[in-house]
């Protein structure tokens, strides 16, 4: 019988909130983003790399000299990033970059997923990871006792994670490693009967499969169809990330209400927002803040089902209120009413509150949106 379904997307008269949920990591920062490009720190190392979605004038032309390495838009590295290694919560990756590539092994906007995974899977959860890539979402539920399927259509990709398994002496871990398309093996994977817990996905817009099979993004709503027909009868979540210049964290919600997906299982629960990269505040780029409560729309909410913390302006790092009433408070916690509103019932003139206010006062440090999320659990 299909389960009830929610969705965590606050509304009050037809406003939306979305949440954007931010990475906390000592390992690493963005200092800067614009005219297509974005200054991050990993490590000790500092990169430019280009971003289309920086749309938007640099802030602090000044610190793009300090770079160690730079990629042009062409995602040709003028020079070489090197080797390196960085850490999260005790899980060590391998990084580096391929002269045809921008990419250096790691999706650090990703890091709230991470937490999310490291604090909502179970010892002995059955892990499917598709698209896995160099394997930070198949290292983590390893490392609390989950068993894993690591499935990329890329040998090099599958390689580079098994190389981080070694790295992390998980080389005994439960973890299975699979170079195929992701179709090819949910088709094979239902005929076995083989189940899982849970599933990630993090599927690219264009690929082929190590036999030449096409994927494409329009085939999407296909795939979490077939990822349906592989969750057990006691199933935790479908994680869905996407990068798309074009897509919507609206789009991820239509796919995931799906009722192959609705009827595996009761207590069914959707929720969606935008995963963000937030520039790290400097002196000579912010106004000496004065945000009240209330002034903050949208975009500084964070996922309460994450571990996640955001920047606040003031520079002290604010938790998640778990204590609310709801997921995300509706906008119209902060809503303005048009002059002359009567009592008669009718809507009101709902109008978010702003993300900042000037002359002089304070406003939201900046965000660069990366990614799309879409997640499915049961309770």
């Given at each position: 019988?299909?389960?009830?379904?929610?969705?965590?997307?606050a509304s009050s008269n037809n406003a939306l909130?979305?949440?954007?949920?931010?990475?906390?990591?000592?390992?690493?920062?963005?200092?800067?983003?614009?005219?297509?490009?974005?200054?991050?720190?990993?490590?000790?190392?500092?990169?430019?790399?280009?971003?289309?979605?920086?749309?938007?004038?640099?802030?602090?032309?000044?610190?793009?000299?300090?770079?160690?390495?730079?990629?042009?838009?062409?995602?040709?590295?003028?020079?070489?990033?090197?080797?390196?290694?960085?850490?999260?919560?005790?899980?060590?990756?391998?990084?580096?970059?391929?002269?045809?590539?921008?990419?250096?092994?790691?999706?650090?906007?990703?890091?709230?997923?991470?937490?999310?995974?490291?604090?909502?899977?179970?010892?002995?959860?059955?892990?499917?990871?598709?698209?896995?890539?160099?394997?930070?979402?198949?290292?983590?539920?390893?490392?609390?006792?989950?068993?894993?399927?690591?499935?990329?259509?890329?040998?090099?990709?599958?390689?580079?994670?098994?190389?981080?398994?070694?790295?992390?002496?998980?080389?005994?871990?439960?973890?299975?490693?699979?170079?195929?398309?992701?179709?090819?093996?949910?088709?094979?994977?239902?005929?076995?009967?083989?189940?899982?817990?849970?599933?990630?996905?993090?599927?690219?817009?264009?690929?082929?499969?190590?036999?030449?099979?096409?994927?494409?993004?329009?085939?999407?709503?296909?795939?979490?169809?077939?990822?349906?027909?592989v969750l057990s009868e006691k199933p935790r979540?479908?994680?869905?990330?996407?990068?798309?210049?074009?897509?919507?964290?609206?789009?991820?919600?239509?796919?995931?209400?799906?009722?192959?997906?609705?009827?595996?299982?009761?207590?069914?629960?959707?929720?969606?927002?935008?995963?963000?990269?937030?520039?790290?505040?400097?002196?000579?780029?912010?106004?000496?803040?004065?945000?009240?409560?209330?002034?903050?729309?949208?975009?500084?909410?964070?996922?309460?089902?994450?571990?996640?913390?955001?920047?606040?302006?003031?520079?002290?790092?604010?938790?998640?209120?778990?204590?609310?009433?709801?997921?995300?408070?509706?906008?119209?916690?902060?809503?303005?009413?048009?002059?002359?509103?009567?009592?008669?019932?009718?809507?009101?003139?709902?109008?978010?509150?702003?993300?900042?206010?000037?002359?002089?006062?304070?406003?939201?440090?900046?965000?660069?949106?990366?990614?799309?999320?879409?997640?499915?659990?049961?309770?």
């Amino acid at each position: 019988m299909p389960g009830k379904s929610t969705s965590s997307i606050a509304s009050s008269n037809n406003a939306l909130q979305i949440p954007v949920e931010t990475a906390t990591w000592s390992e690493f920062e963005l200092l800067d983003s614009g005219k297509g490009q974005k200054l991050e720190r990993w490590g000790k190392k500092i990169f430019v790399r280009p971003e289309p979605k920086a749309l938007w004038r640099k802030a602090s032309p000044e610190l793009w000299d300090k770079a160690d390495a730079v990629c042009d838009e062409n995602e040709r590295w003028r020079t070489s990033p090197g080797n390196f290694e960085l850490t999260w919560e005790g899980i060590k990756f391998g990084l580096h970059a391929s002269q045809e590539s921008k990419h250096l092994g790691l999706f650090p906007e990703q890091e709230p997923h991470w937490r999310y995974l490291k604090n909502n899977l179970k010892p002995d959860d059955r892990v499917l990871n598709l698209f896995a890539y160099t394997g930070a979402a198949t290292l983590i539920p390893a490392s609390i006792g989950c068993k894993v399927t690591h499935v990329d259509a890329s040998r090099p990709s599958v390689d580079w994670a098994r190389e981080n398994a070694k790295r992390n002496n998980m080389e005994a871990a439960p973890i299975r490693w699979i170079v195929e398309d992701a179709m090819t093996y949910l088709r094979r994977e239902e005929k076995r009967g083989s189940r899982y817990e849970a599933i990630l996905l993090d599927p690219p817009s264009f690929g082929r499969g190590p036999k030449g099979e096409l994927w494409k993004i329009e085939n999407i709503a296909d795939l979490i169809d077939a990822c349906a027909k592989v969750l057990s009868e006691k199933p935790r979540l479908v994680l869905l990330t996407m990068y798309n210049l074009e897509a919507s964290a609206l789009s991820l919600a239509n796919l995931l209400q799906t009722d192959k997906l609705k009827g595996v299982a009761g207590n069914f629960e959707i929720q969606i927002g935008e995963l963000a990269l937030q520039e790290q505040p400097t002196p000579n780029r912010l106004p000496t803040p004065t945000l009240q409560k209330g002034d903050i729309s949208a975009l500084s909410r964070i996922d309460r089902g994450s571990a996640a913390t955001k920047e606040t302006p003031q520079g002290t790092r604010e938790g998640n209120n778990r204590q609310g009433s709801a997921p995300y408070p509706a906008v119209a916690q902060g809503r303005q009413f048009a002059e002359g509103e009567g009592s008669q019932g009718a809507a009101p003139n709902l109008i978010p509150p702003p993300i900042g206010r000037g002359p002089g006062g304070g406003f939201l440090p900046r965000h660069l949106p990366l990614s799309l999320y879409g997640r499915a659990s049961w309770h």
